[in-house]
């Protein structure tokens, strides 16, 4: 079965950077597009970055400039660098993937940036 699995997340003060992970298994990793979304508590689920099986890479504009999406298909894993973070940018961090028309979502993990 898929398995989207976080890590990485944690607390941070203003401007400080953290990378996050997400390891997948049960999918062919390569030719799937990755997506990065978080949730902040008392707000609906917004879209963070995005990266394609081809590495094209598309990001919020609230997270532009700030944040790298990247992908390593020898390890099954995709990549949210995130600098200068911000205290708007505390929230839970999914990774997520389509797979035959499903999306599947990871357990999250959580990013606290104190300001």
């Known amino acids: 079965q898929v398995q989207l699995v976080e890590s990485g997340g944690g607390l941070v003060q203003a401007g400080g950077s953290l990378r996050l992970s997400c390891a997948a298994s049960g999918i062919i990793f390569s030719i799937n597009a990755m997506g990065w979304y978080r949730q902040a508590p008392g707000k609906q689920r917004e879209w963070v970055a995005a990266?394609?099986?081809?590495?094209?890479?598309d990001y919020a504009n609230s997270v532009k400039g700030r944040f790298t999406i990247s992908r390593d298909n020898a390890k099954n894993t995709v990549y949210l660098q995130m600098n200068s973070l911000k205290p708007e940018d505390t929230a839970v961090y999914c990774c997520?993937?389509?797979?035959?028309?499903?999306?599947?979502w990871g357990q999250g993990t959580q990013v606290t940036v104190s300001s």
């Open positions: 997520t993937t389509i797979v035959r028309t499903v999306a599947k």
């Open positions: 990266i394609t099986s081809g590495g094209y890479t």
